[in-house]
């Protein structure tokens, strides 16, 4: 199985973009190796400016080389970034929708052994209730390349989470995304598993395995958790009445927030959130902590089979009161 | 020169009724800190500042940010009467649907650099702009004011910490010192001194002048001007409340707006 890390990725395609745009500009936090912007700075070291260990400053300084006409790559670790310094992202950043991307590596607990204090698990939920923002999570490699050409597009602020461990390849180089539009990998008639990041390539395994059981589930990849592809969420509750949604992160704010508030407004369906369980993260193999956390292919196939057994208790439950108020 | 200064210190006169004005309408606002920095904002917008009112994003202005963004009426006060927008818009401070906001926000007014209010963030933002401006060879200055409870926050020091590490000379931050912040005398909040020294184990030069003297104000800031390699720090001594003698150096004039009565009252001696 060929694997993609999705922070290598971002390295070069970092030179790509700052070759194509003398504007570009990137700053990390002292984490440069890790998050592979020190391949930019390789190349461009004019423009790229480490601000040592001050997460604060760095954001700050980012809204101000924006505020000035630059577009600005700025980062450092997940919880850092979005932990250490979320007023300056809401104060300088988002109130007047400055132009700055935050790409964050080391998203949630794939962290592995550094533990609980360097796992990722609320980012998600603190970057997606600042208004202006987008927020974007991508499930492999060639989806983050395309996914960074689009913030870099895009004008405004961008929150973008990548992972230290290199996630299982699902598309192809030069795959199309479009920020705010969810891949509908298939649309089963059973259930759907809305997931994103490395949660994806495991619904996608789930989802073969429980076609061999005869279980149709379909598999959405909603990258862009703001803004929510609500199209496809609605469509999907329609069609298969239980969703299932699958994240690194924690179910409180997250992917599966989201989509439950989406449901509860427009389609009210069963929905079963896979994430951390409002817990802290613990050290460990990251293989290991995907166990530990029940974030595996098998615990998707046990979400979907408990979705699909709530909507059929409803169901029946329905019929009985049906058959009961006509017998009466 | 005599006469440039008789003609900021009218400027301030009308800047320090302006605000007066504007805070006692908004019936809420900041008072004492904006009254602090009156002769600080008029120098730079009306002597050192190379800006165009009529062309706001010009790309060669130099830049202002009012760090200690609770100041928000002296900004406003000196941008409206540079000609930013109608100085009519005073009357709306504060008020639903207006442009002028409790805090300054950039998105709102024109001639507002970056959003400002909570505090310790706008050195930072000053650096990224100056390092913009040196990326692209621009001449271009970059001035910030921070308060002097504001130097309480961490991230002051982590950008004056960066402004010295990239030999930001394109900057120059001046400290309105007026001793005060809203809990009572930054020396019994939270200690400060010795700040000169501070500044300077940080890298920085520093100037210290009075805060309300035009001569000392203009001539610190063409001073900082000539210093390249390193950012400079103007440290300016000034009284909060200034201008207006029952405000003067009270704490409790921080965050308040003057009553009617008041506002009669301060008008007769500053007119």
């Known amino acids: 199985m060929e694997k993609l890390g999705t922070r290598d990725v971002y390295g070069q395609t970092l030179i790509k973009l700052g070759a194509e745009n003398k504007d570009i500009v990137v700053l990390d936090a002292d984490l440069s190796s890790s998050t592979r912007t020190a391949k930019f700075r390789e190349k461009f070291p004019d423009r790229f400016f480490n601000m040592g260990v001050a997460e604060q400053d760095l954001m700050a300084t980012a809204a101000g080389l924006a505020a000035a006409g630059k577009i600005p790559f700025a980062s450092t670790f997940a919880i850092f970034a979005t932990g250490r310094a979320w007023e300056q992202i809401r104060q300088t950043i988002c109130l007047s929708s400055f132009n700055v991307k935050i790409v964050a590596s080391h998203g949630g607990i794939t962290v592995g052994e550094d533990g609980a204090t360097h796992h990722s698990t609320e980012d998600i939920g603190l970057m997606r209730i600042i208004p202006n923002m987008t927020v974007i999570v991508p499930a492999d490699g060639y989806e983050a390349i395309s996914a960074l050409e689009a913030a870099a597009k895009y004008y405004g602020p961008v929150y973008m989470r990548l992972s230290r461990e290199k996630f299982p390849v699902i598309y192809k180089e030069g795959i199309d995304f479009q920020i705010g539009k969810a891949k509908i990998h298939s649309q089963g008639t059973d259930a759907t598993i809305i997931a994103c990041g490395i949660m994806v390539s495991l619904a996608l395994n789930a989802q073969k395995s429980l076609k061999q059981e005869g279980i149709h589930a379909g598999v959405i990849n909603m990258s862009t958790i703001k803004p929510l592809d609500t199209k496809s969420i609605k469509n999907a509750a329609e069609t298969t009445k239980a969703i299932v949604t699958a994240e690194e992160h924690s179910i409180i704010g997250g992917l599966g927030s989201a989509v439950a508030e989406c449901l509860g407004e427009e389609e009210p369906v069963y929905i079963e959130r896979m994430g951390i369980k409002d817990k802290f993260g613990v050290s460990g193999k990251s293989d290991e902590l995907m166990k530990e956390y029940n974030l595996t292919q098998e615990d998707i196939i046990r979400a979907v089979k408990n979705v699909i057994a709530k909507k059929e208790s409803h169901i029946n439950h329905i019929n009985r009161k049906k058959v009961f108020i006509k017998s009466y | 020169m005599e006469e440039k200064i008789k003609h900021l210190e009218n400027r301030a006169k009308e800047i320090r009724i302006d605000i007066l004005k504007m805070l006692t309408k908004a019936g809420s606002g900041h008072t004492g800190g904006s009254l602090s920095a009156v002769e600080i904002l008029t120098a730079l917008y009306f002597s050192k500042m190379r800006h165009d009112p009529k062309n706001p994003k010009w790309e060669d202005r130099d830049r202002f940010i009012l760090s200690k963004g609770h100041s928000a009426p002296v900004l406003y006060a000196i941008l409206g009467k540079c000609g930013y927008f109608n100085t009519k818009e005073f009357l709306n401070l504060r008020k ?176």
């Open chain 2, 96 to 271: 639903l649907g207006c442009i002028l906001q409790g805090h300054p926000e950039c998105a709102r007014t024109p001639g507002v650099e970056v959003n400002s209010g909570s505090l310790g963030q706008g050195l930072s933002q000053g650096n990224g702009i100056a390092l913009a401006l040196r990326l692209d060879n621009k001449k271009a200055r970059v001035y910030v004011l921070l308060g002097c409870g504001e130097v309480q926050e961490g991230q002051i020091w982590e950008a004056a910490m960066t402004s010295a590490h990239y030999n930001i000379d394109n900057l120059c931050a001046i400290m309105d010192y007026n001793a005060l912040q809203i809990d009572g005398y930054v020396k019994d909040i939270m200690a400060i001194e010795p700040i000169k020294d501070k500044w300077k184990a940080f890298g920085w030069y520093v100037i210290e002048i009075d805060g309300h003297n035009f001569k000392e104000i203009l001539t610190a800031l063409d001073q900082a001007e000539k210093i390249k390699g390193k950012p400079t720090i103007i440290i300016a001594k000034t009284i909060k409340g200034k201008g207006v003698s029952f405000m003067e150096d009270k704490v409790g004039y921080h965050g308040v707006a003057p009553t009617e009565a008041e506002l009669e009252k301060a008008l007769k001696e500053l007119e």
